[in-house]
């Protein structure tokens, strides 16, 4: 099993539609967690970042942590064709330097 | 304005040549690293340093060199020992290297023929 998983799609939704994309991971040793935005030959830029467990909120954005079930969500509200990109999510381990990276999900938000 | 600067954007090289990419910081950050990104394979951690004068094998390391000599520059060489450099190179930065979140160049994309 994968220590990240994360489906790589494309997903398709029409603009203002809620989006809803995901991670499992495997390692219950994983605290901190982080979702990056990766538009075409680009660099990703961090969206989130959150410890534990829980829900955090930034404008449009809303990343949710379950530990229990080992599974992360990054929610996208009123969606803009401007949020077509590839989403990875990213998590660490308190014990480790490492940050490992789902191979992420490509995002097609249709005008 | 801060950021991470990385240079050339497009490399062309041919093989059996050793190639140099430069990264840049002006963050003070403290830790840096470089990634590879393949289509379908996501992001592979090559090198990363957490201080000046040190750095670390990531999970990839074979076939690349690096040297940290000053806190804001992190060039990696990609050798002629690397079977398939052809790729996408990230290079990245973090305050401190500890769960710290990762603060990304826009990448050099090397071509090998």
């Known amino acids: 099993q994968k220590e990240v998983e994360q489906d790589p799609g494309p997903l398709s939704v029409p603009e203002g539609a809620i989006v809803s994309l995901n991670c499992t991971y495997s390692?219950?040793?994983?605290?901190?967690f982080m979702w990056y935005r990766q538009y075409s030959r680009k660099g990703p830029e961090l969206l989130m970042y959150t410890y534990s467990s829980g829900n955090k909120e930034d404008g449009r954005f809303t990343a949710q942590v379950d530990k229990s079930s080992k599974y992360i969500s990054l929610f996208i509200r009123d969606s803009q064709p401007s949020d077509s990109a590839t989403y990875l999510c990213?998590?660490?381990?308190?014990?480790?330097?490492?940050?490992?990276f789902g191979k992420g999900t490509r995002l097609h938000i249709l005008p | 304005d801060g950021g991470i600067t990385q240079s050339p954007k497009y490399l062309f090289r041919k093989e059996g040549q050793n190639v140099t990419l430069s990264c840049e910081q002006n963050?003070?950050?403290?830790?840096m690293y470089w990634y590879r990104q393949d289509p379908g394979q996501g992001l592979r951690l090559i090198y990363y340093s957490q201080i000046v004068n040190d750095f670390q094998k990531g999970d990839i390391a074979e076939g690349y060199s690096v040297s940290r000599e000053k806190k804001e520059s992190f060039p990696l060489t990609v050798t002629s020992a690397q079977k398939n450099p052809t790729a996408f190179y990230l290079c990245a930065s973090s305050i401190s290297g500890k769960h710290s979140p990762l603060h990304f160049g826009n990448g050099t994309r090397l071509t090998v023929t």
């Open positions: 990213a998590m660490s381990a308190a014990r480790d330097d490492k940050i490992i």
């Open positions: 390692n219950s040793a994983f605290q901190y």
């Open positions: 963050l003070n950050h403290d830790a």
